[in-house]
């Protein structure tokens, strides 16, 4: 089966500089999220966008900026890196369908990681 | 906000025993999602297991289970015959099922030996 790809896999940068970090959903997965997982932490939520829209934030810095497009890939923009950008990225993705044995509210979107973009700051 | 909690920092286990992995969660939803990922030394996060919270039945994957207490908010992940592929670092996770493209908060994580 399909999974998420993501690219590069490996990047390396010089303090300051940026960063683009892409990711291709699963094939008809309508919903991407972000996330950065530093060393022995769990992973952060960064950000989310269904339907080319954000639908969820979280504490993602200023300097970083990301996207859906059309095709419903992603990319994640990271400017002025720092240090403590080194992390371990990852994309994820979903189809959002109704879980109407829970009831009309409920949404159904169990999310399929990618293999990571490991970000080295030097 | 959610939180989840992950009280075991270590855990490890002989090849085809019985372990048992403990999660807490604190929210004040009626719907949301429980799961289980886990994250091998390639550090892929690989999910083993769902739990829908309207569901009264615990859920089950081959030698995966889990014990959901709702009233209790605790959602523990039972691995039975364990093989040595099972060690790696276990992560329970909650999300809201109210909204879409919600977040996964995750606990800090079990890091899991398996003793040949």
């Known amino acids: 089966a399909a999974g998420v790809i993501q690219s590069p896999r490996h990047l390396i940068k010089e303090k300051r500089e940026t960063a683009t970090l892409k990711c291709y959903p699963i094939?008809?997965?309508?919903?991407v999220y972000w996330y950065q997982q530093g060393p022995g932490q769990d992973p952060q939520f960064l950000i989310s966008?269904?339907?080319?829209?954000?639908?969820d934030k979280g504490s993602i810095p200023d300097r970083f900026s990301a996207q859906q497009f059309s095709d419903y890939h992603s990319e994640l923009n990271m400017s002025s890196l720092e240090l403590g950008d080194s992390a371990l990225y990852f994309c994820?993705?979903?189809?959002?369908?109704?879980?109407?044995?829970?009831?009309?509210?409920?949404?159904?979107?169990?999310?399929?990681f990618g293999p990571g973009t490991r970000l080295t700051v030097l | 906000a959610q939180t989840v909690t992950q009280s075991q920092p270590e855990m490890s286990v002989q090849e085809a025993e019985t372990v048992t992995l403990s999660c807490t969660y604190d929210?004040?939803?009626?719907?949301?999602?429980l799961f289980w990922y886990k994250q091998p030394p390639s550090r892929q996060m690989i999910l083993v297991i769902r739990?829908?919270?309207?569901?009264?039945q615990n859920a089950t994957e081959n030698r995966f289970s889990v014990n959901f207490q709702k009233a209790a908010k605790s959602f523990s992940l039972k691995i039975s015959d364990s093989q040595l592929g099972d060690a790696a670092m276990y992560f329970c996770?909650?999300?809201?099922?109210?909204?879409?493209?919600?977040?996964?908060?995750f606990g800090e994580g079990t890091q899991l030996t398996v003793n040949p």
């Open positions: 929210t004040s939803e009626s719907d949301y999602y």
């Open positions: 994820a993705s979903s189809a959002q369908e109704r879980d109407w044995l829970a009831g009309s509210r409920a949404v159904e979107d169990t999310q399929y």
């Open positions: 966008f269904y339907e080319k829209m954000q639908s």
């Open positions: 094939p008809r997965h309508d919903t």
């Open positions: 996770a909650y999300r809201s099922g109210e909204t879409s493209g919600s977040r996964l908060t």
């Open positions: 739990q829908e919270a309207y569901k009264q």
